[in-house]
């Protein structure tokens, strides 16, 4: 099969526009991920499915990953002038201090496909997408009219993490009911507090019923 | 009450029972035949709900052979049940279909709460999706650990049971909850809310245990 460079390469020539990226992966298995703009994603998969060596005809698995907002602290060296007391005249002097500079890289949701070939016998070929951010802009293009077996496992990203599949046939939550209103597979996720029962609670649910037992020991008093 | 000891007042002295019936003179009450009548053969739901049906399942098996203690008809629908066993998982999105079953249930009704996951939550008890077990929503007459547990654990319950139901009163403080007009026939069914069921336990059922260390 080709490599993850061949079939970027692949891919940018057959669709024009076409943003990718390569995702490492540093474990032994190295199977690299491409990196794929929403945009171009739909055209990207349907070429990974058609082309003659690749046909990758088989959706093993759609998942998702939440990443949060990562915020970095870097120290830098900023030269500025400073006023000073230099033998009795104050004077402008450059300075040069050390400050500590804070970026924040916006979270993001990311969907993951792992492809196959059953006709070509290899694979697999990992695809990926990831949204605008966490809170309003999480629609990704469907692939469900590419690979049929997308539909239910959309169907559960859009269920547990949130994104929006555009251009799916039927998407409601699969798992959780209706008018749930979370997404319990992002980190940010606060289950609901019912730690009034815990017979053999440590470490975190420890925490959790003992911060129970103190808010409802409390609601009692008042 | 325990479950050893008699709950109704006997009505014939038991050593004199026992000479008549050597004398060939069968004595009873209404009560005994009641009972040993219900016990005799408690038909359970058909329903299983995770792997501890399957164990259910080879309970009802020849092996194992359910069909010795009357109880081999698993019925389709609940109205003709007695029994319901929670073989399973139940999950926050199950919970309502189960509460309903068993209000759909005829009386005199039991059920047993079979394996980790429907006595607590098992191994899922701290998911966002899974029931800290089925009792905070119904009553349980026989609760079973394990995971799964093995037949004979579910065969231990039901002589467990059937000895409940032959320790039964039929009049009285300690008579049964269908025989009591001011029972509850009905269990609530909860409702899906936005983040959990509402509400998260029938207070008339279910109260925090308290953890003695």
Partial sequence: ?222 | MGLGERSFDVAVDPELKIELGKQGIFVTTIQELYNWGRKSSVWPMQFGLACCAIEMIATTMARYDLARFGAEVFRPSPRQADLMIVSGTVTKKMAPQVVRLYNQMAEPRYVIAMGACAISGGPFKQGYNVLKGIDRYIPVDVHIPGCPPRPEALLQAFMTLQKKIDEQSLTGENRPRYLNVDAPGEFPVPEQGEHDLVPASNPNVWTVPVVIR
Avoid: C
């Fill in chain 1, 1 to 222: 099969m080709k490599t993850v460079e061949e079939i970027k390469t692949a891919i940018e020539t057959a669709v024009s526009g076409a943003q990718l990226e390569i995702v490492p992966n540093g474990s032994p298995s190295a199977e690299h991920s491409l990196l794929v703009d929403a945009a171009h994603a739909f055209a990207a998969a349907k070429f990974l499915r058609d082309d003659a060596e690749l046909k990758l005809d088989f959706l093993s698995n759609v998942t998702g990953v939440d990443w949060l907002d990562k915020e970095t602290t870097e120290k830098v060296k900023v030269t500025r002038p400073v006023e000073k007391e230099v033998n009795g005249v104050k004077t402008m002097v450059d300075e040069t201090v050390e400050e500590t500079k804070k970026t924040v890289t916006p979270g993001y949701l990311e969907a993951v496909y792992h492809l196959y070939s059953m006709a070509k016998k290899h694979g697999p070929v990992i695809l990926r997408m990831r949204t605008g951010n966490r809170s309003d802009k999480v629609e990704l293009p469907s692939l469900t009219p590419i690979w049929r077996a997308a539909e239910f496992q959309e169907r559960e990203v859009f269920d547990l993490f949130g994104i929006i599949f555009t251009g799916h046939p039927d998407l409601r939550r699969i798992l959780m009911w209706d008018g749930f209103k979370d997404y319990p597979m992002r980190r940010d996720y606060v289950d609901p507090d019912d730690y009034e029962y815990e017979p053999t609670a440590h470490d975190d649910v420890l925490k959790r019923a003992q911060a129970h037992l103190a808010a409802t020991t409390t609601e009692a008093a008042q």
